[in-house]
């Protein structure tokens, strides 16, 4: 997948737990989970939205674009 969530860097550095962060959003931990662990294909704007608020942050803290080509090439494939 090209796009990357970083929530779990984010959650770090602002030192939210889950169940914290899942409250503060009003979305359920089980999905919450999905987004922190990558494993989401897709997000509402309006959950980005509410998580920015919540963590403090832009949008482009949380989504990180990776080239498939060159991530390939780094882990040697």
């Not at 779990?8 to 914290?20: H, I, N, P, W, Y």
């Not at 494993?39 to 919540?54: G, Y």
Request: charged share 30%; with cysteine.
């Amino acid at each position: 997948m090209s796009i990357r969530i970083n929530l779990d860097v984010m959650m770090a550095k602002r030192k939210k737990g889950l169940t914290e962060l899942a409250g503060e959003v009003d979305i359920t931990l089980a999905n919450l989970s999905i987004l922190k662990n990558n494993k989401a294909k897709a997000v509402r704007l309006s959950t980005l939205n509410a998580i920015c608020r919540a963590l403090d942050c832009q949008p482009g803290d949380i989504l990180q674009y990776v080239d498939d080509d060159a991530e390939g090439t780094e882990n040697g494939k």
